[in-house]
C-alpha cells in the first residue's frame, strides 16, 4: 500500500499533522500500536468510572476570537472552530514554598502583582525578565542549548522566587534535571503563567473525538492496534514501515511521534548516541474519587504546584517517589457550566524509573502502588485539606504504565533532553513530530504536528 505520508503514533501531534495534511488531499495513514488514540494524553474506564491521563490542563488559554494566541492560530490551522473544543478557564492556581505562596489564575498581572508583593526587591527584575521572554523567539534558528537558569539570573537574584517560576515550568515540560533549553522555557512560561489554564468539561475525551471526526472527515485512515516493528530505508532515504504483523506500508513521508530514541530504534543505524539521550524524567500520579467536591472540603485551587524546601529539586530521585515536592490538581475546578459527575483530587510526583520498571512480581506491584500512593496524599494534606476519609476509589499510575502505553523508554513523560527542533533526521524522508521535536502540552503537542507537516510534508 503507497501512501503520501506515513504516521507513527496518534497521539496529539499525529493527529493533529493527519489533518492538515488531509486537507491538502494527500493519502495519510496514522498508526497507533495501542486500541485508543491519544498517547501520553488519553482516557480509559475503570470500575465504571472516566479517567483522564495526562490531561492537569489545557495551556495556552485564550479568549474566543484573540487571533493572536497559539489556540487560536491553532484552531485556524486546523479549520476548528473556538467552540469545538469548549474550554473553560481555571479558577486559580498556585505554586506553594515553605513561608510564601503565589497565586496565578489566567490573567498574567495577577503573578506580577504577586511577585511585586512577595519579593518587592525582585520586581523590577522580573519586569524586566518578562520583557525579554516577550522579545525572545524561540524558534529562530539557534544551535546549542541555552540554558534557562542562566537566562533567568541576569534579572532575578532570590533563588526561592527562581525556583518558584521553574517549578511549574520543569514539572510541566522538562526532561532536564533541574533545567530547560532557554527556548523551551520561553514557550512554557507564555503558555501556563501568561497564558493559562483550561479543560473541556469532558476532559480530553472532548478533544479526542474533535480530531479523530475531522482526520476520517478528510478522508485520514486510522489503523490501531497496527505497530510498527521498523522503518524501511534505502540509501539513506525512508521508504516505508514494516508491521508488527508484517504488513508493508509505503510511504513518500514517514512522520514519527514515537520519540527521538524510540524513532532511532525502529530504524537500522543509530543516529543519536542512545544512552545520552533517553530520558530520565518520570512520575507516579495518585487519582482519588471523593464522595464530595474537593470546594466543599474548602479547596477551590485549580493546579497547586509545592515544594517542601526552597531548595527546590527537580531530578530522578534516588527513592520510588519524590515527597519534596508534586502537584495537586482538581480537576473539578475550572469554571464549568455544571458540575463534573465525578469528584478527583491527582496527586503528582517525581519517581524512579528503575524501581518501578524492576518490579516483576505483580502482588508486589500493587502493593507498592498503594503504599505511595498513600504516602503522597498524607505527605499532600495541609497544601489542600484531608480528604482521605471522603477517597471512594482510586487508581495509580506508575512508570511502568507510562512505558506500556506510550513506548516511551523509563517511562519519561517527557521524552528526551535532546530536542530536535527542527524535527529532521539523518534519514531523508523521516521527520520528527510530538515531544521530542521539542514542543510540549497539549496544545503545544498539536502545533508540532501542524508545524511539522507543515516544514517537511507540503512541500
Not at 56 to 73: C, I, Q
Not at 113 to 137: K, T, Y
Not at 246 to 264: F, H, M, N, P, Y
Not at 273 to 295: H, M, N, Q, R, Y
Amino acid at each position: 500500500m503507497q501512501y503520501d505520508t506515513i504516521i507513527i503514533g496518534a497521539g496529539l501531534s499525529g493527529l493533529a499533522a493527519g489533518i492538515r495534511l488531509a486537507y491538502y488531499d494527500q493519502k495519510v495513514c496514522l498508526l497507533e500500536r495501542h486500541t485508543t488514540i491519544g498517547g501520553l494524553n488519553s482516557f480509559y474506564r475503570l470500575r465504571h468510572r472516566d479517567y483522564d491521563v495526562g490531561l492537569h490542563a489545557v495551556t495556552n488559554y485564550a479568549e474566543k476570537g484573540d487571533r493572536s494566541k497559539p489556540l487560536n492560530k491553532l484552531l485556524r490551522q486546523l479549520r476548528l472552530s473556538w467552540d469545538d473544543f469548549a474550554l473553560c478557564p481555571q479558577i486559580e492556581s498556585s505554586v506553594v514554598f515553605p513561608d510564601c505562596t503565589l497565586r496565578m489564575t489566567n490573567d498574567f498581572e495577577l503573578l506580577r502583582s504577586q511577585v511585586a508583593e512577595c519579593f518587592p526587591d525582585q520586581a523590577d527584575g522580573f519586569n524586566r525578565l518578562v520583557q525579554s521572554i516577550d522579545e525572545f523567539n524561540p524558534f529562530a534558528d539557534t544551535e546549542g542549548y541555552l540554558s534557562a537558569r542562566e537566562h533567568i539570573r541576569k534579572f532575578l537574584t532570590d533563588p526561592l522566587l527562581e525556583n518558584m517560576l521553574f517549578c511549574p515550568i520543569l514539572f510541566y515540560s522538562s526532561a532536564t534535571p533541574n533545567d530547560l533549553d532557554l527556548r523551551q522555557f520561553v514557550i512554557i512560561f507564555r503558555s501556563i503563567l501568561q497564558e493559562g489554564f483550561s479543560r473541556p468539561q469532558e476532559g480530553i475525551r472532548r478533544i479526542l473525538r474533535v480530531l479523530v471526526k475531522k482526520f476520517r472527515g478528510e478522508g485520514g485512515e486510522l489503523k490501531l492496534r497496527t505497530g510498527v516493528n521498523r522503518i524501511l530505508e534505502k540509501n539513506g532515504t525512508a521508504y516505508g514501515v514494516e508491521l508488527d504483523n508484517g504488513e508493508v506500508l509505503e510511504g513518500k513521508r514517514i512522520l514519527s511521534s514515537a520519540g527521538l530514541v524510540e524513532t532511532q530504534r525502529l530504524c537500522e543505524k543509530p543516529f543519536v548516541e542512545e544512552k545520552a539521550a533517553t530520558g530520565d524524567i518520570s512520575f507516579v500520579e495518585s487519582i482519588s474519587t471523593l464522595d464530595c467536591s474537593p470546594a466543599d472540603l474548602g479547596h477551590h485551587g485549580t493546579v497547586v504546584f509545592f515544594s517542601n524546601q526552597t531548595d527546590f529539586c527537580y531530578e530522578r530521585p534516588s527513592t520510588p517517589v519524590d515527597l519534596r515536592s508534586g502537584i495537586i490538581c482538581s480537576p473539578n475546578n475550572y469554571q464549568f457550566e455544571e458540575p463534573l459527575e465525578d469528584n478527583k483530587i491527582n496527586i503528582t510526583a517525581l519517581a524512579d524509573h528503575q524501581y518501578w520498571l524492576n518490579i516483576d512480581d505483580e502482588e508486589q506491584y500493587q502493593q507498592a502502588k498503594q503504599e505511595h500512593a498513600t504516602a503522597m496524599i498524607e505527605n499532600a494534606i495541609g497544601i489542600v485539606p484531608d480528604f482521605q476519609n471522603h477517597i471512594i476509589d482510586q487508581d495509580i499510575f506508575t512508570p511502568r504504565t507510562i512505558k506500556k502505553f506510550t513506548g516511551h523508554l523509563n517511562g519519561a513523560v517527557y521524552g528526551s533532553p535532546t530536542k530536535q527542533l527542527s524535527g529532521t533526521t539523518p534519514l531523508d524522508n523521516l521527520y520528527l513530530c510530538g515531544t521530542d521535536q521539542g514542543f510540549l502540552g497539549i496544545i503545544g503537542a498539536m502545533l508540532s504536528g501542524i508545524s511539522m507537516a507543515n516544514a517537511h510534508c507540503l512541500k
